[in-house]
């Protein structure tokens, strides 16, 4: 190749190389556009995640309502009775679910406000006894996010909620009892696609259970921490 050549091939080299470093940037800014726009104020955003919540546990509810799972919101499990190291027939089942819904307005870049919608049914089931328990919590929470790089981000966020639990015994329906629900997280966004983000994080809750009659005023205060997962839709 002569000197000319050299020239050139380099010339054609270098552009190539220059273009390559061109198009990466656009695509890393556009990446970090599109993310801190689903964020941006004016953008909705609605989500599903688990809800775990505290064991709810008091001698003024006559039995320990939601035992602590696996932290997911969902667990199934058994347990049997060993008396005199001899296994007894009689074996328990036990079922919890939870979910939480939420959908949040951004009134300003990263801050978000809106609504949470928290539900958990759980049961207890033998061959002599039957009892099972429900939640439903809505209220208001604050949401936060921090830029965490490319497609991701940080978020904090706190809340409260206000609800009730319904039980029965054996069949039996019992008084209702309110409940309110006051707690925080953090935790991280990752988005795979431009309008989706899977969450992962941690919760803290303060769960108090209240009931009011004519034998006087009961209440009851349960704590926690329990992982928070889920998904969100941007739009």
Known sequence: ???????IFYYLLLNYCNM??????ILLAGNFAIVYAQTSKGTWTMGL?????VPIAGDGLGYNFFPPTNGFGISFGTSKDKIDGELQDDKIKSTQFGLSVNSHYFVA????VGLVGNYS???????????SASIFLVGPEVKYYFD?????KWWLKGGASFGAINAKYDGEKDDPYSLSQFGGGAGISI???SAVSIDIGMGYNVLTVSNKNEFGEYKNINSGLAVDVGFGIFF
Do not use: C, R, Y
Request: overall charge negative; charged content about 20%.
């Open 148 to 152: 965490a790089g490319t497609n991701m």
């Open 109 to 112: 870049d990263q801050l978000a």
């Open 1 to 7: 190749m002569n000197a000319a050549g050299e020239i």
């Open 49 to 53: 995640h688990n809800f775990s919540p």
């Open 20 to 25: 390559k470093k061109l198009l990466l940037l």
């Open 121 to 131: 049914s759980w049961s207890v089931n033998d061959d002599d006894f039957k009892s």
């Open 191 to 193: 988005f795979p696609v």
